[in-house]
Structure formats: C-alpha cells, structure tokens
C-alpha cells in the first residue's frame, strides 16, 4: 500500500563487507537497527564473524590462522545467542553456517532450532569463492539440515550456479554475479554471457557478432 512499507525484506548483516573494508559491525547496533524494522522484513542473518580465507588458495593453513578461525566462529555463535536474546524479532533471525566451521557448530545450531520451533530459516555460506567440493559439500548439509529440521527453509549465500541448484535441497538463494555482470555491459543468456555496450561491439561474444537470425532468437 501507498505509504507502507513491504515486510518482504530480506536483511544481510554486512558481515562480508566487514571483512573486506577493515570495519567491525556491533552487534548491539544491528539488533537495534533490526527492531526498528522488524515489523517490515521477512528475515535478516546473524551477524557472523567472517575469517580471513586466503589460506584456502594454497591448502596450507598455519595455527594462528586455524586459532584465528575458530575464533570467528565462536564470536559468530556468541552473535547469535546475543540476538535470539536481546531482539523482539529473534524468530526471523537466520543462522549462518558455513562451509569451514565445523559440523559441531551445525549441530548446536539444530538442536537450537529444535528447542525453538518457531525460527524458520538457516543460512549456508563460504561457497562464493569456489573453492573446493563446495557442489557435494551443499548437498550433503542441506540434506542433513533436511532431515533433521524438515519445515526449516535453508537459503544459500553467493550460490547460483543454475545447472547445479536443481540437485540441491535448498529453498533460496542469492548473489551478486547478476548485477556486476550488468555493470560491464553483459547480459546473462541460455547461450552464454554476451555484451551489449556500444563499446564492446568488436568482442567475439558482443551481440552485434551475432546473424540476424541468431540475434532474434537472443531477443526472444
């Protein structure tokens, strides 16, 4: 309605931006920024604390990176709790786990969820960068979240690689893959990425490349 907001909000933490920029987010901040809105939004994560991933490049991690890991994790589920007890909306808050933390922590997770039959959503992260059996590793946890939370909805960060989400029992999904592309000029088609900008016409995969007949069919 005219004037109102919609409660079909989705809230993201930061968390990310966090990492990259350097900047710690408080989580007494984020609650209350939550409860002023909550009446308007659908979900919003934890506010997890995400680690510097790099060691993930050379599969070599030393036991300051390994300390400094578990750390983020612990401080992610200390977040957590500080939210399921501090926010009027705690029941929309949506935990975060992620592909390095250690099935221990999904499983405190679970059982929370299960004392708390009200919550409805868990999140799945650290598969953005592509790195390793991320595919198997999605599969394998959304099934094992599945099994023991049936009615919960598992939404999955920075995942949308089309020809595998058919095969993973997840209810949704993001990423920014869309909107950059954009930025450059490409459009994302069935028939691969093709440029659009009058700047790149002379690139092989530029839509002016195309026969006309090929480009209707882009078209369409």
């Not at 984020?30 to 050379?58: H, R």
């Not at 401080?75 to 009027?88: A, C, E, L, P």
């Not at 089309?162 to 954009?182: C, G, P």
Request: hydrophobic content about 35%; some cysteine; aromatic content about 12%.
């Amino acid at each position: 309605q005219q004037g109102k907001l919609s409660n079909s909000f989705f809230i993201d933490s930061g968390a990310f931006t966090a990492l990259t920029k350097g900047v710690e987010i408080k989580v007494s901040d984020y609650v209350d920024k939550i409860d002023q809105i909550g009446d308007n939004i659908t979900m919003f994560a934890n506010l997890d604390v995400i680690p510097d991933m790099s060691y993930l490049k050379t599969g070599v991690i030393t036991h300051s990176e390994l300390s400094a890991a578990k750390d983020c994790v612990e401080r992610g589920w200390d977040n957590f709790m500080y939210i399921q007890q501090h926010s009027k909306y705690a029941d929309k808050c949506l935990f975060v786990y992620h592909r390095n933390d250690g099935i221990q922590y999904l499983d405190k997770a679970i059982e929370w969820y299960l004392q708390h039959p009200n919550m409805q959503y868990i999140g799945l992260g650290g598969m953005a960068n592509g790195i390793g059996e991320s595919f198997k590793w999605c599969v394998d946890t959304c099934n094992y979240i599945k099994k023991r939370l049936p009615n919960i909805k598992i939404h999955l960060f920075g995942y949308t690689r089309m020809n595998e989400l058919q095969h993973i029992n997840a209810d949704s999904t993001d990423s920014t893959v869309w909107i950059m592309n954009s930025i450059y000029g490409l459009l994302i088609t069935p028939f691969g990425k093709l440029f659009i900008s009058d700047r790149q016409t002379s690139r092989p995969n530029s839509f002016d490349c195309w026969s006309k007949e090929e480009q209707q069919k882009i078209v369409k």
